[in-house]
């Protein structure tokens, strides 16, 4: 089973919302990662997680919060967005630490639109 | 600076047809590299990946090819069929780097 799962699958929220992406997998996978994927452009890495302690922040607006509450679950917290962050919010999983060439398996991703 | 990268941005197919998806890399210390389907709506996919000891490797219906000389890489897919209409994303990862590098997609549509 290489599954990631997502939810919500569709968020709309206004720029004085503050709400939270969830991700989880059970395959046993240490390191976590959070992407952003704009229309027809490749997925942008935002976080990684690596055995459940943040290990890489790609330079993200602090309105991004990531959250990592056991191995495996993978939160992502917003406040205060803008419209520009509107995007697919997709996580991704893989076996080993962050510098492994493990395959990084991907959720189905959050739809998010900011209002 | 060092990129992966596709060399067409789309791609129509005929059905039945075989299909092939290039992607240049300028790294020669990438050392994996991985194929991903995205569709519409949907998280990329896992497809094939390939290490830098091989030059080939099949799947069901898919082939990948490494050429370290040109720093190649294609994605052949064998009689194309509708469902295979989707984004097509290569990606490479160094050792002892930590980001999977993303190439700008090919998108592939299958023509009835």
């Known amino acids: 089973d290489t599954e990631v799962t997502q939810t919500p699958k569709h968020l709309v929220m206004g720029m004085t919302n503050k709400k939270s992406l969830k991700c989880e997998q059970h395959m046993g996978h240490r390191a976590m990662y959070w992407y952003k994927q704009k229309a027809k452009k490749p997925p942008e890495l935002m976080f990684v997680?690596?055995?459940?302690?943040?290990?890489i922040n790609e330079s993200v607006p602090s309105r991004f919060s990531p959250e990592c509450p056991n191995s495996s679950l993978l939160n992502l917290h917003l406040h205060a967005l803008q419209p520009e962050d509107s995007a697919l919010y997709l996580c991704?999983?893989?076996?080993?630490?962050?510098?492994?060439?493990?395959?990084?398996?991907f959720g189905p991703g959050t739809r998010l639109t900011v209002l | 600076g060092e990129s992966v990268g596709l060399h067409l941005p789309t791609l129509s197919v005929q059905e039945g047809d075989n299909s092939i998806i290039n992607c240049a890399y300028s790294n020669s210390a990438s050392d994996y590299f991985i194929w991903y389907k995205q569709e519409s709506g949907k998280g990329p996919q896992f497809i094939i990946d390939i290490r830098s000891n091989m030059d080939k490797r099949q799947g069901q219906r898919v082939t990948v090819l490494l050429n370290k000389t040109v720093k190649h890489l294609s994605l052949q897919i064998a009689a194309t069929q509708p469902g295979d209409s989707a984004v097509y994303f290569c990606a490479e990862k160094r050792s002892n780097d930590y980001k999977l590098s993303f190439g700008a997609g090919t998108t592939v549509t299958v023509r009835a």
């Open positions: 991704a999983s893989s076996q080993g630490g962050i510098t492994s060439t493990d395959t990084q398996y």
């Open positions: 997680y690596s055995y459940e302690k943040l290990s």
